[in-house]
């Protein structure tokens, strides 16, 4: 079971480091062929959802690899939760219902973790 949580931890890191990474760096112009919501949400939130995306991911690994807060891995995969259901609902009422097929397979993900973070 450990081996499992490794794995779906570093392809959640990964995927939330580099995602969080281009919210955090990019310009909206640069981000806005793949996320078109950003032109609906004031810059400064999307790079603290970006901060808050690359905090996560370093949550997920850097407690349970130490040992030290193992619980943070729990904390966080319950933020990327949050973060999914939230884009969930707004991609939603951007009648964007063909786009949250992949928030949807990130939720499954994180539930996975969560629980694997929990019965480690």
Do not use: C
Request: hydrophobic letters at 65%; proline letters at 5%; zero cysteines.
């Amino acid at each position: 079971m450990e081996i499992t949580y490794w794995i779906v931890a570093a392809l959640l890191a990964l995927f939330f480091l580099y995602a969080g990474g281009k919210k955090v760096v990019q310009s909206q112009e640069r981000l806005r062929p793949m996320m078109g919501w950003v032109d609906t949400v004031p810059m400064p939130f999307v790079r603290a959802i970006g901060f808050l995306e690359v905090l996560g991911a370093v949550g997920l690994i850097l407690p349970p690899l130490t040992g030290m807060a193992p619980w943070l891995a729990v904390a966080a995969a319950i933020g990327f939760a949050v973060i999914q259901v939230s884009a969930t609902v707004l991609h939603l009422r951007r009648g964007e219902a063909s786009a949250i097929w992949l928030n949807l397979a990130l939720l499954v993900l994180i539930g996975a973790t969560l629980w694997l973070a929990i019965a480690n």
